[in-house]
């Protein structure tokens, strides 16, 4: 097959290229499978751009990807020896070309596994300890991949490995192998991360979710954490690029509470979890890969609306609250003056709004975003290596953006009663569990 | 509620651990969690996989950004170099007066690890842990482990390796005669 250059023009990175044999796995069947599951399960009820999907986002990750690595390869770019011992050399080691490859594919097949509407309620829908990151393993690792990763001539496991990281990958992780790793799914700027907040500001609308990514990939370095006076690697920034990981951190913030946490999307999360344990059999997805690349969201969309028609079928309330936007609305939400009273305020309201209303007229949501870090190794104009914390004006206090979901929703159509009810008892419910 | 419970005893041994002069940035708190449930024998759910800097836990690392969110730690820069502390957050004083049981519990074993992590900076714990994870947890016949902990961690040489082992036995012996039967199979 004649390896020529081809193209996917892209609204958040210009063109995204590949080559002929990276075009394979493009093409392959649990790839394309990524075109019709969105990025954002039913955000678009809320924000109708948000229509976009795990392909584009996977194309995104793959090219970001590869340009951290350019960067972070590049020998100007590394200052110490312990690095340099790490780092195939660019240009005459096969090595470097190697891990540039497997890097790039890994991030096109990070999502593979995706449960249809990406995210939603995952724990509830699969057996007890599966994840979304095992399908994908498992997909990776599947007699239907291993022709294209022959043509590709690289191994199936660093594929699964950088991937789905140490987590969710059974076996150890070199330095490098971590550092790879990192450059994908890092807890402070990814190139998952850096597209996935580029992306969705983009389609939601969502402004504040831009940042200078370009900066920050330009200022990446692999540096030992000399602040903690260990050699041991991380991916880190020069002082140039502060202002620009700062702006993503705050960018993650403020997505994270304008969408991600947006209480409607939320809600409807929980009304497709209901709907879901109905509708499948079982109450949960199939791990069996042929039926987990059987099922997108489209299967799923006509069953809702399919069930939402017939008040006979199993998951009927559910469907129609979606169709029909009849979705639950915010009764009470955690605040820090209620939880300096009693910690489960949250939990002491369900409970004496379940014996008021019903269980069936309440839901309880609650949910934390995954763990990021604002301390990330920073090199110094003068070659010294601090903790981003100790440079960062905006984090310096320590306290830096932080974020969750812990929240109360009522049926619409009981919900003036329940506010005006929880007005009246909220000191009394809050109250007596301080004193008990 | 038992996430609160957990979170309490994460609260205790932060503070414990800065009583003993450790500096008690998030490496700290997850090298002393993993000998709190691996040596100890303190029924944490935790899982520890071998990676940054030693055994490492993903949840506990969200666990620890949850207890920020939930202000119940919160970070403290306190050098111009060095990385950031953890330290008790603003509604830990609720924290404590709610759940109580996991630390009055385990204060003992709070203190074993405290006393003897208090003066370790990361690179340390990351040889004394690493050692006591290739010891405990993966079976390293007791000639290898050394070159095999430099085979892992190729910035640790093997005299380091050796000296971290010593002490690593010499922890796990003093555990076993304090709390016998806490170690986990």
Not at chain 1, 71 to 88: A, F, G, K, M
Not at chain 1, 182 to 209: C, K, P, Q, T, W
Not at chain 1, 410 to 425: M, Q
Not at chain 2, 152 to 159: E, Q, W
């Amino acid at each position: 097959m004649a390896n020529r250059v081809h193209e996917f023009r892209d609204p958040i990175h210009g063109f995204i290229k590949l080559d002929s044999e990276e075009r394979e796995l493009v093409n392959s069947r649990p790839f394309q499978r990524l075109r019709h599951i969105h990025q954002l399960a039913l955000s678009y009820l809320v924000y109708p751009g948000a229509t976009h999907r795990r392909f584009e986002h996977s194309l995104g990750v793959m090219d970001v990807s590869s340009r951290i690595y350019d960067v972070v390869t590049d020998p100007e770019n590394i200052y110490h020896d312990s690095v340099r011992q790490l780092v195939p050399r660019r240009g005459s080691d096969y090595q470097w070309s190697y891990w540039r490859r497997v890097l790039r594919m890994a991030a096109l097949c990070h999502d593979m596994g995706h449960l249809p509407f990406s995210h939603a309620a995952e724990a509830a829908l699969l057996p007890a300890g599966v994840r979304h990151e095992h399908l994908s393993r498992e997909i990776i690792l599947s007699a239907e991949m291993q022709p294209v990763f022959e043509e590709l001539k690289i191994r199936p496991a660093d594929v699964a490995k950088l991937a789905v990281g140490p987590k969710y990958y059974d076996g150890k992780f070199s330095d490098w192998e971590s550092i790879l790793y990192e450059m994908i799914g890092g807890n402070v700027f990814g190139s998952d991360r850096i597209d996935y907040l580029l992306r969705d500001s983009y389609h939601s609308g969502v402004a504040y979710g831009r940042f200078d990514h370009n900066r920050l990939i330009e200022t990446m370095r692999i540096l030992p954490r000399e602040d903690q006076e260990t050699k041991e690697p991380e991916l880190g920034i020069t002082r140039g690029g502060l202002q620009a990981a700062e702006s993503l951190l705050w960018a993650r913030y403020f997505i994270y509470t304008q969408l991600y946490f947006h209480p409607v999307r939320r809600i409807y999360d929980i009304h497709l979890k209901e709907f879901l344990q109905e509708w499948l059999e079982g109450g949960r997805f199939s791990t069996r890969l042929e039926d987990h690349l059987r099922m997108t969201d489209n299967e799923v969309l006509a069953g809702i609306h399919a069930t939402a028609a017939d008040p006979q079928l199993k998951g009927h309330p559910a469907a129609s609250r979606i169709t029909q936007r009849q979705h639950f609305r915010v009764l009470y939400e955690s605040n820090p003056n209620d939880q300096t009273l009693n910690l489960s305020s949250v939990d002491l309201v369900y409970e004496a709004a379940k014996k008021e209303f019903g269980e069936e007229a309440l839901r309880r949501d609650r949910y934390s975003s995954e763990a990021a870090s604002e301390d990330f190794p920073v090199r110094l104009r003068d070659g010294n290596i601090a903790s981003s914390l100790t440079m960062s004006s905006t984090f310096s206090d320590g306290q830096g953006p932080r974020f969750q979901v812990d929240s109360v929703f009522v049926a619409p159509d009981g919900k003036e009663k329940a506010k005006i009810w929880l007005g009246e008892n909220k000191a009394k419910i809050l109250g007596e569990a301080v004193n008990n | 509620m038992e996430r609160f419970e957990n979170a309490s005893l994460i609260v205790a041994l932060t503070e414990k651990l800065r009583e003993h002069q450790s500096w008690a940035g998030e490496t700290h708190l997850q090298k002393a969690t993993y000998v709190l449930k691996r040596v100890l024998g303190v029924p944490i759910e935790f899982e520890f996989i071998l990676y940054k800097h030693g055994p490492f836990s993903f949840d506990l690392r969200d666990e620890i950004g949850w207890m920020r969110s939930t202000r119940l730690l919160e970070w403290e820069v306190r050098s111009n170099f060095y990385g950031p502390s953890l330290r008790s957050g603003q509604l830990s004083p609720t924290l404590k007066r709610q759940f109580p049981v996991m630390p009055g519990r385990y204060s003992r074993q709070v203190d074993f690890v405290a006393q003897r992590f208090g003066g370790k900076n990361v690179a340390a714990l990351e040889r004394l842990t690493t050692a006591i994870y290739v010891t405990l947890d993966e079976n390293t016949p007791s000639q290898d482990r050394a070159r095999y902990i430099n085979e892992l961690k190729p910035h640790v040489s093997i005299p380091e390796a050796d000296a971290a082992l010593v002490e690593a036995d010499a922890l796990i012996q003093a555990a076993n005669e304090q709390f016998p039967r806490a170690m986990t199979a």
